[in-house]
């Protein structure tokens, strides 16, 4: 198998970016939008070592590297295997993005 980017062997998760749109006040919903897909490396991480490599203070429990993305800011969900994350920091490369997450129930 020949990879056309080395980081490719580390794609091992397939997210959906999510926008919720319309809230509903009366019953506490939204309409989730999918904004496309992305591949990329999930990996685990914490506010701390956010803080420690960005100098930002967020409560996170992952990070999520990948090609760049227009779809992928703060604010956005992505969901991957029935979880949803709210993207809280985004850090952007030349190579690609490096995504702070922070897992949600919505």
Do not use: H
């Not at 056309?4 to 959906?16: A, G, I, K, L």
């Not at 897909?37 to 914490?46: A, C, E, F, H, I």
């Not at 992505?78 to 952007?92: R, W």
């Amino acid at each position: 198998m020949i990879l056309d980017n080395v980081f490719d062997r580390f794609n091992n998760t397939v997210m959906e970016i999510v926008e919720l749109t319309d809230y509903n006040d009366y019953e506490n919903t939204y309409n989730k939008v999918t904004l496309g897909t992305v591949n990329g490396d999930l990996q685990p991480y914490s506010g701390e070592l956010l803080m420690r490599d960005y100098g930002r203070n967020k409560e996170c429990q992952k990070r999520f590297f990948c090609g760049q993305n227009s779809n992928i800011q703060e604010g956005v969900y992505l969901k991957a295997e029935g979880v949803y994350y709210m993207v809280v920091y985004v850090a952007k490369w030349d190579m690609g993005l490096t995504v702070m997450l922070k897992e949600v129930n919505i």
